[in-house]
């Protein structure tokens, strides 16, 4: 986990914002997982529950199945497995680019090297 990560989980709970999981893992391993986080998660979709892996569709199929018309900001560091299917699906996406990948930035909403000001980003995007 990146030293930044926890920061700003805390910061965006102190806001009011929810906080969700699309993973590829399973119930068992986003378990371990869960308990770094030291910010509570409000929902998790798993590979497991979807019967799919990202990039396909079904992860953010059922997290809107979820969360109804809500807005949605997807946050993500893998441009092939989120920013792509995010932005397929409409769903405004930041992107945090840690290892400069090179990859196409307009797909994203915005982008960020880091978690630093990942907060200030989402209230931008999120209006």
């Known amino acids: 986990m990146f030293a930044d990560t926890l920061p700003a989980l805390a910061q965006l709970r102190d806001e009011g914002w929810r906080l969700a999981v699309l993973t590829n893992c399973d119930v068992d ?70 290892d400069r990948t090179g990859e196409d930035p307009s797909l994203a909403t915005r982008v960020l090297p880091d978690l630093e000001d990942l907060a200030a980003v989402i209230r931008l995007v999120a209006r």
């Open 29 to 98: 391993l986003f378990e371990q997982t869960a308990a770094t986080l030291g910010a509570p998660i409000d929902r998790v979709i798993t590979a497991q529950e979807v019967r799919s892996y990202k990039p396909a569709p079904g992860h953010f199929r059922r997290f809107r199945e979820t969360i109804g018309d809500a807005p949605w900001v997807h946050v993500a560091c893998s441009w092939f497995h989120d920013i792509v299917p995010a932005r397929a699906a409409g769903i405004p996406r930041i992107w945090v680019d840690r």
